[in-house]
């Protein structure tokens, strides 16, 4: 099992920043990919950023180049740095965990990011 702590989010205006992170605890070991996805009301979960154990990173085109992923100063932490934000990355955004494959997975409660003005 692993468990996964979101914190961050909120209310910010257009052309801001927020910064989102995620914990991991549990049955942490070996090769993982930890990311971000997220989810507006009818739409289904998409991806924004993941980031694997050797440091590579994938980012949904619409926020190459105004988001950041990178692995927290803790070991099984993963943080993302949203700059530039727009009112269309209004979401619900979801931390994951997964093993390559998608054999194990494993989703945080989700944390509200909101951009409006």
């Known amino acids: 099992q692993v468990q996964l702590v979101e914190s961050g989010g909120g209310l910010v205006q257009p052309g801001g920043s927020l910064r989102l992170s995620c914990a991991a605890s549990?049955?942490?070991?070996?090769?993982?990919?930890m990311g971000w996805y997220r989810q507006t009301s009818g739409k289904e979960r998409e991806l924004v950023a993941t980031i694997t154990t050797d440091g590579s990173s994938d980012y949904a085109d619409s926020v190459k180049g105004r988001f950041t992923i990178s692995r927290g100063n803790a070991k099984n932490t993963v943080d993302l740095q949203m700059n530039s934000l727009k009112p269309e990355d209004t979401a619900v955004y979801y931390c994951n965990w997964r093993r390559p494959g998608w054999i194990q997975n494993y989703w945080g409660q989700g944390t509200q990011v909101t951009v409006s003005s």
């Open positions: 549990g049955s942490i070991f070996g090769l993982y990919t």
